[in-house]
């Protein structure tokens, strides 16, 4: 098994679509959770969104099983398997191998997996994953040009290709505004070229969260990246306690400021996986009939990965700034500003 570990800026997918068009009513979505649980504030909570929004707008009907640890993929996945489920949705990498293993041994079961592709593609499977740098990138930059002490904190759950993408990003970002501006930001917490940093290696203590958080702010950190799904909700919380005047966050995968009201006004931005709306776009594509195994990629420029909006800090984000945020988005469209190492 390998795995896709850099993605191109276009949709790939195979020529091989499994079943017949099947009435809505008569479709069943699944969902499996990573250990986050189904209601985290990002991926799992956002992936979800998308089953919903089937059953809302398309009228199928939705089931999930929340993983409370890795031991519980294999099992979770076939219990799910016989006919009960049309496609079946694992949710994060680290359910690659067992999702793997039950779309081979079960070639007539759907599945789809975010944050996961294979090489070679398997004929059942179709995979979302997202270009995230292309955000972060943007969100880096922006980070940059707010910062007061000029020093940035990031850091990640687990050292995984999902995870250490949002680095990259932030990272090259903020090298990139360096750059253009004669400036000297540092970023606290990973080296993209080293790929060395700081990880709470779990995606659910809060407790992490706000310690990790706390000592990078104790480096002089004003604004921190948490990706590290439900444990940045810790961090959060830290700089709602400090005021966002000392610190303020970047939320990852959903826009955190409305996932997490009560702590909406130290958000920054936050760097979103449109996982619901790929998710969305797969159930289309299993009740048409066309199906394909393969990957789809969300990017900037197809709307699946972005910044959410600056909400509480509209007014505080300069307009020159946020037109070269424009500019910068719109190099990465175009191609003319490469997202990778400088």
Known sequence: MD??????????????????????????????????????????????QGVLDAQGQLGIDARFLESQAETDYEANITSLLGGQCDVIFTIGFLLGDATQAAALANPDQMFSIVDYAYDPAIPNVLGQVYATDEAAFLAGYLAAGMTETGILGVFGGINIPPVTIFMDGFAWGVDHYNGVHGTSVTVLGWDPDTREGLFTNN???????????????????????????????????????LGPDELMIIGVDADLYLTDPERGQVYLTSIMKRMDATVFQVIEQAIAGTFEGGVIVGTLENGGVDIAP?????????????????????????????????
């Open 203 to 241: 995606f659910d203590s809060l407790d992490d969260g706000r310690a990790f958080a706390q000592n990078l702010y104790d480096e002089g950190a004003d604004i921190v990246l948490p990706v590290a799904g439900p444990v940045g909700l810790g961090s959060a919380a830290l700089a709602a306690e």
């Open 310 to 342: 600056f909400h509480d800090f509209e007014g505080s984000v300069p307009a020159a700034l946020a037109e070269e945020l424009a500019t910068v988005r719109a190099g990465i469209i175009d191609g003319s500003i490469a997202v990778g190492g400088m």
């Open 3 to 48: 795995m896709t570990h850099r993605i191109t800026r276009a949709a790939i997918c195979l020529p091989l679509a499994l079943g017949l068009a099947t009435e809505a009513g008569a479709f069943t979505a699944c969902q499996i959770t990573d250990t986050g649980g189904i209601d985290d504030n990002s991926f799992n909570q956002t992936a979800w």
